[in-house]
């Protein structure tokens, strides 16, 4: 499985981006996608995900600015940021995981097997 995050850049705070992710061999509509972010210096974050089953789910700091959204014609996974903050700055990554995971686990990383090649985020003030 080959993912591929694109769509980053550098923003001014108060912008939009939209990142989007696709996947090779994998038919994304068949698995769980989730969006991370990692900032300098931190962890991996949990931005938000969907389901196999069209069911969104979202970091509840994220809630209201980032939305996920998926085009099965295109096999992508997208991820709409708006009111862009600085400290939304990061590199972020997709992922893939098992439509068995169960919802708790998507919230965190153990519930994603593929990991995709990040994009970066810059947001200045």
């Known amino acids: 499985v080959q993912l591929q995050a694109y769509g980053g850049g550098l923003v001014q705070a108060g912008g939009f981006l939209r990142l989007s992710c696709v996947a090779s061999v994998l038919t994304i509509s068949t698995v769980n996608m989730g969006w991370f972010r990692q900032a300098p210096g931190k962890e991996r974050e949990f931005v938000g995900g969907?389901?196999?089953?069209?069911?969104?789910y979202s970091a509840e700091s994220m809630k209201g600015r980032f939305t996920i959204s998926r085009n099965n014609a295109k096999n992508t996974v997208d991820l709409q940021m708006n009111s862009l903050k600085p400290e939304d700055t990061a590199v972020y990554y997709c992922?893939?995981?098992?439509?068995?995971?169960?919802?708790?686990?998507?919230?965190?990383?153990?519930?994603?097997?593929?990991w995709g090649h990040g994009t970066q985020v810059t947001v200045s003030s």
């Open positions: 969907i389901r196999w089953t069209s069911h969104t």
């Open positions: 992922a893939a995981g098992n439509r068995r995971n169960v919802l708790s686990e998507l919230f965190t990383s153990r519930g994603y097997d593929d």
